[in-house]
């Protein structure tokens, strides 16, 4: 029995010809609402959409979305979205129109070498933008990031150098300009079952606060060198077990009291437990097109111990740019 009717459209993805997609709805914050965007395409390499959003609370929006790739050059994405919220709207809370927009663009670029460029830039017209109109992106990327990063990635180490600044004053953000970075992967010592491994860096930090925070910038130059030495050994041939030692050297030119040149030392070690058990189920299948022949279930179960001295500076006296400032004594098991 019929209940009701749905218009249908199909448009195959594999098509090269303009598509209008319409979403309609309603949400408290929105009111009635219709969201439309059209799909315009020059190439493969050339499209992206248009859109022209109404809400019965909130007026017009538009906005475009263009996507490109270059071949030699790289690719990217440009974004634009306008709003001139609440014009001629009894719902405007201030009587008046608010212009409120967001600019995003990305770019990435594969070089020689296997080094990679990307950058990204960001910028909003106010602090809850993101919030209001584009939540999804919001839930995703409450504080959308500006950076440029070069980024090569070797079998036996990974180096990068980042350029991290704010464009949006009303958000709290630390800065790196620059970050260098370089992370050797775990490397077999000769032929033994030792292995080492290591992380340095070097950032020169300013954090930068909400403007609407009454705080300064905090500055500090840090240079962290993590080393680490492992054992790898397997017990009554089903336990992996690998006991580990390592150091962390920080530098700073400056701690949250304004001291100077102070350098904090952190020492640890402990080891991990792992083993690995399998069943195969006689399971064969064809539901959904999945194609099932047979299911092997893993289970992994492991055990860590890790002891870590006091560090020589707590943090308390340093001032927190990420999580290696906030390092602290550890003593325990995860399972």
């Known amino acids: 029995i019929p209940i009701f009717y749905l218009p249908l459209y199909i448009q195959p993805l594999s098509g090269k010809y303009p598509e209008v997609t319409v979403v309609p709805g309603r949400t408290s914050g929105w009111g009635y609402y219709a969201l439309t965007a059209w799909r315009y395409y020059f190439n493969d390499d050339s499209k992206g959409f248009v859109h022209l959003d109404y809400r019965e ?92 990063l070069f980024e090569t990635s070797k079998p036996n180490y990974i180096m990068r150098l980042l350029a991290r600044k704010r464009l949006n004053t009303f958000f709290t953000v630390v800065e790196r300009l620059p970050e260098a970075n370089l992370e050797i992967n775990n490397q077999k010592l000769w032929n033994t079952n030792f292995y080492y491994s290591s992380e340095k860096s070097a950032t020169n930090f300013i954090k930068r606060y909400d403007d609407q925070e009454d705080r300064s910038p905090e500055e500090a130059l840090r240079i962290d060198d993590y080393e680490k030495f492992s054992y790898s050994a397997k017990l009554f041939k089903f336990l992996y077990f690998t006991p580990f030692v390592a ?56 055990v860590a111990f890790l002891h870590r001295h006091q560090p020589t500076i707590s943090p308390d006296n340093l001032h927190q740019f990420d999580s290696i400032d906030a390092i602290d004594r550890n003593n325990g098991f995860t399972l």
């Open 57 to 148: 609370k909130k007026g017009l929006a538009e906005g475009i979305d263009y996507k490109y790739n270059t071949k030699g050059l790289g690719s990217g994405l440009a974004r634009f979205y306008y709003t001139h919220e609440n014009d001629d709207l009894a719902f405007s809370k201030s009587g008046s129109a608010d212009d409120r927009w967001r600019a995003q663009y990305r770019h990435r670029l594969d070089l020689p070498e296997d080094t990679t460029f990307t950058m990204e830039l960001n910028k909003v017209s106010d602090r809850d933008f993101m919030k209001d109109y584009l939540y999804r992106e919001f839930e995703e990327d409450p504080i959308s990031d500006n950076y440029i």
């Open 247 to 302: 150091t962390r050297q920080t530098y700073y030119s400056q701690n949250r009291w304004k001291v100077s040149s102070q350098l904090r030392s952190i020492y640890e070690f402990g080891a991990d437990l792992s083993t690995r058990f399998y069943k195969i189920f006689d399971l064969h299948s064809d539901f959904l097109g999945l194609n099932i022949n047979r299911l092997r279930h893993v289970i992994s179960p492991s």
